[in-house]
């Protein structure tokens, strides 16, 4: 159970005062989450400023810099209403210093509640932003107007948060600091030693003064509070990480006596020799598996790197030694077509493979449980449906997960949960580097299938400015004339009124004219039947030339389209132009993907299509995009199951990742249950960081 300690954080958001539906749904919003069902005020401690506004500058009103933000002591003189009737002419107060007069202007005032405010011959502190014109300074509707006695109510700094349209400045940073009253004084989970070295405060003062920068320093992330929290959600990560691989190796593997009996035959029937990658990630695999201890491997293989190939040989060798294997694909769709496939390749070795999804039902799903509990079933594919109650082992070996992102912690505990132990296989596509490996998986063992299948030829990929489109079009005429396939990949749908990009519908007229009737536009405002009308139309190339957004950017698959223009390549990411890149090059011909940029082009974007035109190297990209823009986009939503941080940075604070890291193997080793006063208090570490579902498993025993 959640520490009562906790409980007033984990109130719902909605119970604080002025969160009513409305305010709810921009909350939700701002803190990225579906509903304001979801939001917890934890929430909005978590919710860190990224910069601050400083108000102690006090030059005096004739030295008050252009634009800047000044907070002036002065004297009120005059009051300049707008003429009656001409409600829309400014409302003007002039104040006076030793050095100049200010006018604060004001526009539809309403009542006279700026008498009361800016009583004349009254001193009155103002703070906001100056603005000089024809020699005179003015402040329009200064942020705060205080009389001298009540001085100390003004904020000389304050903290600048993410906002969302709706949502004021000044009520967001009163909810937040409503929340921050609620930040209990929390146990010490930390080890006294490293917090006296790295100089880290209670994680209550941490909170506090993470909400209260005093300069820019406090802002960055090597603020010590922003490392300390940093430090505490490593933790709570790879404390949640470790324990998960505790309990799954806390019952020993199975060795697997790999022989060779199903596989050789599988293998020399296969149209292809493996890859270098391919064997040695088998390898890995087989050297694993005969052990005693349980395997956790990641497999990681950017798209069609052959991953279901390793995944294959990996569960023929389960079957030899006398067990069973499980493939578990995210979606149905997948899962049919590896059940397909696998069944095709494996068909040499004589086996009986079983497919059970949420959609094998009545009979068949009967006939098919039993065979699997009676042994007769070899492999079984399917989706999670695999792991349901019903379903009874009669000897799983190994279990396959297909990734793909989707598959969080816990349901990859189901199994142990159901009292058995395979070796497990964990595959990724999207490549994810190795700092983002040990926060999401922890310390698993990572194989990588680095090289493509032989017979792929490189994309040759070049930069080309947007003055030199008319050369790219004449060339694509020339490509289209010799029965060649090409994209061509724009940002937006429609011309846009504030906007210079080229649109697709736009680029597709142009084209038209010079390339001639073969050419076709998809975008993801037609409808499904629409889409695959152009689509098929392009695959049995009626059509050659396919405009389009990047609606291609997954699961399209032409093999014979051999170019890959991209208009506006500097406004798209690395990782998805990386993706839009591989839908060429996926035949036996060679392809070539033109970058047309419009410049000039900013630092980043410069690097990115530098990238981009040296390497094909899913993994380097991967490394680039995180060093370019930071973990959180490449690791998605929160939803998806991978670690978002909320205060951590890996790119910042990846020094502490290494340290927590060891931290949570050198607990686990010391106190492996949590029972000890500090156990005790990293319970509270991980509730608070929401790593509970690890605990839920310390329980089970
Ligand atoms: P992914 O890693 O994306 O799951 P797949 O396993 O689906 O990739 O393989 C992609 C394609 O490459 C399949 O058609 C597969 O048959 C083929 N393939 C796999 N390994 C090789 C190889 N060593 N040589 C040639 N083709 C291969
Ligand atoms: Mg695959």
Same mark, same amino acid.
């Given at each position: 159970m959640r520490p009562l300690l906790l409980d007033p954080l984990f109130a719902p958001l909605d119970t604080l005062s002025g969160i009513g539906p409305k305010a709810g749904e921009l909350y939700a919003r701002l803190l990225g989450r579906e509903s304001i069902e979801e939001c917890r005020i934890v929430d909005l401690v978590f919710h860190a400023p990224y910069s601050l506004i400083d108000r102690r500058q006090q030059p005096g009103i004739a030295n008050a810099p252009q634009?800047?933000?000044?907070?002036?002591?002065?004297?009120?003189?005059?009051?300049?209403?707008?003429?009656?009737?001409?409600?829309?002419?400014?409302?003007?107060?002039?104040?006076?210093?030793?050095?100049?007069?200010?006018?604060?202007?004001?526009?539809?005032?309403?009542?006279?509640?700026?008498?009361?405010?800016?009583?004349?011959?009254?001193?009155?502190?103002?703070?906001?932003?100056?603005?000089?014109?024809?020699?005179?300074?003015?402040?329009?509707?200064?942020?705060?107007?205080?009389?001298?006695?009540?001085?100390?109510?003004?904020?000389?700094?304050?903290?600048?948060?993410?906002?969302?349209?709706?949502?004021?400045?000044?009520l967001l940073r009163k909810q937040i600091e409503a929340s921050l009253q609620r930040v209990p004084a929390f146990p010490e989970w930390q080890d006294a030693a490293l917090t006296a070295k790295q100089g880290f405060a209670s994680a209550h003062e941490a909170f506090l003064q993470l909400h209260e920068p005093r300069d820019a320093a406090d802002i960055d992330p090597q603020a010590p509070a922003r490392r300390r929290l940093a430090y505490d959600e490593f933790l709570a990560g790879q404390l949640s990480l470790a324990l998960v691989r505790q309990r799954l190796r806390k019952v020993a593997g199975t060795p697997v006596h790999a022989t060779g009996r199903l596989s050789r035959?599988?293998?020399?029937?296969?149209?292809?020799?493996?890859?270098?990658?391919?064997?040695?990630?088998?390898?890995?695999?087989?050297?694993?598996?005969?052990?005693?201890?349980?395997?956790?491997?990641?497999?990681?293989?950017?798209?069609?790197?052959?991953?279901?190939?390793?995944?294959?040989?990996?569960?023929?060798?389960?079957?030899?030694?006398?067990?069973?294997?499980?493939?578990?694909?995210?979606?149905?769709?997948?899962?049919?077509?590896?059940?397909?496939?696998?069944?095709?390749?494996?068909?040499?070795?004589?086996?009986? !493979?079983?497919? $059970? %999804?949420?959609?094998?039902?009545?009979?068949?799903?009967?006939?098919?449980?039993? &065979?699997? =509990?009676?042994? @007769?079933?070899?492999?079984?594919?399917?989706?999670?449906?695999?792991?349901?109650?019903?379903?009874?082992?009669?000897?799983?070996?190994?279990?396959?997960?297909?990734?793909?992102?989707?598959?969080?912690?816990?349901?990859?505990?189901?199994?142990?949960?159901?009292?058995?132990?395979?070796?497990?296989?964990?595959?990724?596509?999207?490549?994810?580097?190795?700092?983002?490996?040990?926060?999401?998986?922890?310390?698993?063992?990572?194989?990588?299938?680095?090289?493509?299948?032989?017979?792929?030829?490189? !994309?040759?990929? $070049? %930069?080309?400015?947007?003055?030199?489109?008319?050369?790219?079009?004449?060339?694509? &005429?020339? =490509?289209?004339? @010799?029965?060649?396939k090409a994209y061509w990949i724009c940002p937006l749908v429609e011309e846009s009124e504030n906007s210079d990009l080229m649109s697709a519908d736009e680029r597709f007229q142009i084209l038209k004219s010079s390339v001639g009737p073969r050419i076709g536009l998809v975008h993801g405002r037609m409808n499904g039947a629409e889409k695959d009308a152009v689509m098929l139309a392009f695959k049995n190339g009626e059509i050659r030339v396919l405009v389009a957004t990047t609606v291609v950017e997954v699961g399209v698959?032409?093999?014979?389209?051999?170019?890959?223009?991209?208009?506006?390549?500097?406004?798209?990411?690395?990782?998805?132009?990386?993706?839009?890149?591989? &839908?060429?090059?996926?035949?036996?011909?060679?392809?070539t993907c033109i970058l047309l940029y419009k410049g000039p082009l900013s630092e980043s974007g410069r690097a990115r299509l530098s990238i981009l035109r040296d390497t094909e190297d899913g993994f380097l990209i991967a490394e680039e995009d995180l060093r370019l823009r930071g973990e959180g986009e490449l690791l998605g939503t929160r939803q998806s199951g991978t670690p978002g941080f909320r205060i951590a940075s890996l790119d910042a604070h990846g020094d502490l990742l290494e340290i927590a890291r060891k931290d949570a193997a050198y607990i686990l080793e010391k106190d492996p249950e949590l029972t000890s006063e500090r156990g005790q208090a990293l319970r509270t570490l991980l509730y608070l960081y929401r790593r509970d579902e690890a605990i839920r498993f310390l329980r089970a025993g």
């Open positions: 634009g800047a933000i000044v907070t002036i002591k002065a004297r009120v003189d005059r009051h300049h209403p707008p003429p009656p009737g001409r409600n829309n002419n400014p409302y003007r107060v002039f104040l006076h210093d030793d050095t100049g007069e200010l006018a604060l202007t004001f526009f539809r005032v309403k009542g006279n509640w700026l008498e009361k405010a800016l009583p004349v011959d009254e001193t009155v502190i103002v703070s906001g932003k100056v603005d000089w014109f024809n020699g005179r300074p003015s402040m329009v509707h200064p942020d705060y107007m205080v009389r001298e006695s009540e001085a100390e109510n003004l904020p000389l700094v304050e903290p600048v948060y993410s906002l969302t349209a709706g949502l004021s400045a000044r035959p599988v293998l020399d029937a296969l149209p292809f020799s493996l890859t270098g990658s391919q064997s040695a990630a088998i390898k890995d695999v087989l050297a694993d598996m005969a052990g005693d201890k349980r395997m956790l491997r990641l497999l990681q293989g950017d798209v069609g790197s052959g991953k279901t190939a390793v995944a294959l040989m990996s569960m023929l060798a389960a079957v030899e030694s006398g067990g069973q294997a499980v493939l578990m694909a995210p979606t149905e769709i997948l899962a049919r077509q590896h059940f397909a496939t696998l069944s095709k390749m494996a068909a040499p070795a004589g086996l009986t !493979i079983d497919l $059970v %999804t949420g959609r094998t039902k009545g009979r068949e799903r009967d006939a098919i449980q039993e &065979r699997i =509990a009676s042994g @007769e079933t070899h492999i079984v594919i399917g989706t999670h449906a695999l792991f349901q109650d019903s379903v009874i082992y009669s000897n799983l070996l190994l279990a396959v997960v297909d990734e793909q992102h989707r598959f969080g912690v816990h349901q990859r505990l189901r199994l142990t949960a159901k009292g058995i132990s395979p070796h497990m296989l964990v595959m990724t596509a999207t490549p994810i580097p190795r700092t983002l490996v040990l926060a999401a998986f922890g310390d698993m063992d990572v194989s990588k299938l680095t090289e493509k299948p032989a017979g792929r030829k490189p !994309i040759q990929t $070049v %930069t080309i400015p947007d003055e030199r489109v008319g050369d790219i079009v004449e060339r694509l &005429r020339a =490509a289209v004339a @010799e029965d060649k698959d032409v093999p014979d389209a051999t170019i890959m223009v991209i208009e506006h390549a500097e406004r798209f990411g690395l990782a998805q132009l990386h993706q839009l890149r591989g &839908r060429v090059g996926r035949g036996d011909e060679a392809s």
